[in-house]
């Protein structure tokens, strides 16, 4: 295969055939994976012209698939005037080598196509480093098997000073050259997440910070622009979005939270991808509760929920509750459908982001979480304490005031959190008679709400004491 050929790593407007190999040790059924395949080729704008499979026990260590397999891919290639082959795995690079010297067509895997839908999708500075970044390094240990004048020597002929001597081969210069990129954008790259880091911990302290994650294209920015102003990118595409987007979410009450849309999941989603991204996915780490959107019209949606799970536990988001939203329920043929969902998960949501259905219970949900156990207290606050007046009249359900000398004295239903925010316009507020930041602090080994707490809504996950 010529040099150029393979230079062209983009798959837009290409006739590509799809080749998927089964395993027995496969967890996903053939056709789930090519129907998956498929939604990447289109997303990469290639046209697909055709399919091959084959069941094997292992994989052909040169050229993954078997050789009469091999020869019928050429015969289909050649047939079909194919100019690129995607395999839905990944592929060593002699594989890549041999399997386009047999079939005189560019090869591209699973990875390499996820990384080019990525670098078509990235938009803001960070992400296009983060994609260049995991680029790199996918293609680093490849550069020998990839290009051919890899190989050739210069430096060795006498012409001129400082000309002579042994040479350097192409491919040594070309790692060098790639090593000292990635330290350049690694170096910028760091700056930006630490500023990131920075920005979330600042957010985490001064609001409750609710993060939507999710296998690709179930919904989530639908359903972010449904809940905010936002105005998320939503497209009915795999990787809509590649930039964490941060907007406020009004729970109603006056109650306010941080919801933030991220970058979907994907099954084998590439670990340069993971590690690259390490600062988009901050937000998912270090939100206090998740949002995990499923689409249940999906027949593959359960495969898809565990592939969520395994990526979260990777990035080191399991701290946190999690509420799962079962999405897409106008798509439902029969709401009988969602039985077995609620029947495995008690605590899930339906909602659909088209319609609206089911959004007025999650934030009734998010909100119980978000304000904490409530309990019902006498606040004595000075009527010179402004803004605390206003945040009792405002967020708190008020049950009685008595005016003394220049003092309020509220009986009101308060949250553990809201005490919190409370606290944090004014200390000089006595809780039952008891100054209020030595009650707070007890209120954080747990025990707040247990007099008289209101109770949380029915098949709701139980607000955790912070």
Not at 42 to 60: C, H, K, Y
Not at 293 to 304: C, F, G, I, K, W
Not at 379 to 389: N, Q, Y
């Amino acid at each position: 295969m010529s040099q150029i050929q393979r230079e062209q790593l983009k798959v837009a407007r290409e006739r590509a055939v799809l080749v998927s190999v089964r395993l027995p040790r496969d967890e996903v059924d053939l056709e789930t994976r090519l129907g998956e395949l498929a939604a990447l080729a289109r997303t990469a704008d290639a046209e697909v012209v055709g399919v091959l499979t084959q069941a094997r026990r292992l994989p052909s260590g040169k050229t993954f698939i078997g050789k009469g397999k091999l020869e019928e891919l050429a015969a289909f290639v050649e047939s079909e005037r194919a100019t690129l082959v995607l395999f839905d795995h990944e592929l060593s690079p002699g594989q890549i080598r041999n399997l386009e010297r047999e079939t005189s067509c560019k090869i591209i895997d699973r990875s390499e196509l996820i990384l080019d839908i990525f670098a078509r999708r990235a938009t803001t500075h960070a992400a296009k480093l983060q994609v260049e970044i995991a680029q790199l390094q996918y293609t680093y240990p490849r550069l020998r098997a990839m290009w051919d004048h890899l190989g050739q020597v210069t430096g060795g002929a006498p012409i001129g000073i400082g000309t002579r001597g042994p040479g350097e081969k192409q491919l040594e210069i070309d790692r060098r050259l790639v090593k000292r990129r990635l330290g350049q954008l690694r170096s910028e790259l760091e700056s930006i997440q630490q500023r990131k880091v920075r920005e979330v911990h600042a957010r985490n302290e001064d609001h409750f910070t609710v993060g939507l994650v999710g296998y690709t294209n179930v919904g989530k920015s639908t359903i972010f622009n449904q809940l905010t102003d936002g105005g998320a990118f939503a497209n009915d595409r795999l990787f809509a979005t590649l930039s964490t987007r941060v907007e406020r979410w009004d729970l109603g009450g006056g109650n306010q939270v941080m919801l933030s849309d991220t970058v979907g999941f994907i099954r084998k989603l590439p670990h340069h991808l993971v590690a690259s991204f390490r600062s988009t996915l901050e937000e998912t780490v270090h939100c206090q509760l998740l949002l995990n959107l499923v689409d249940v019209s999906d027949p593959n949606a359960r495969t898809h929920a565990r592939s969520v799970d395994r990526t979260l536990d990777q990035i080191g988001a399991v701290d946190q509750p999690r509420i799962m939203l079962l999405n897409k329920i106008d798509q439902l043929e029969h709401r009988d459908l969602l039985l077995p969902w609620l029947r495995d998960y008690p605590q899930a949501i339906p909602v659909s982001a088209v319609t609206g259905e089911g959004l007025d219970v999650l934030s009734e949900t998010v909100r119980a979480m978000f304000v904490g156990p409530i309990a019902t207290v006498r606040l004595t606050v000075e009527l010179s304490e402004g803004s605390a007046i206003d945040f009792i009249e405002k967020r708190t359900l008020v049950e009685d005031r008595e005016y003394g000398d220049g003092v309020v004295i509220y009986t009101t239903s308060i949250g553990r959190r809201q005490l919190d925010q409370l606290l944090a316009r004014s200390t000089r507020i006595l809780i039952d008679d008891r100054d209020a930041t030595e009650v707070a602090r007890e209120a954080r080994g747990g025990g707040w709400g247990s007099r008289r707490s209101s109770p949380m809504p029915p098949h709701r996950l139980q607000a955790p004491d912070a």
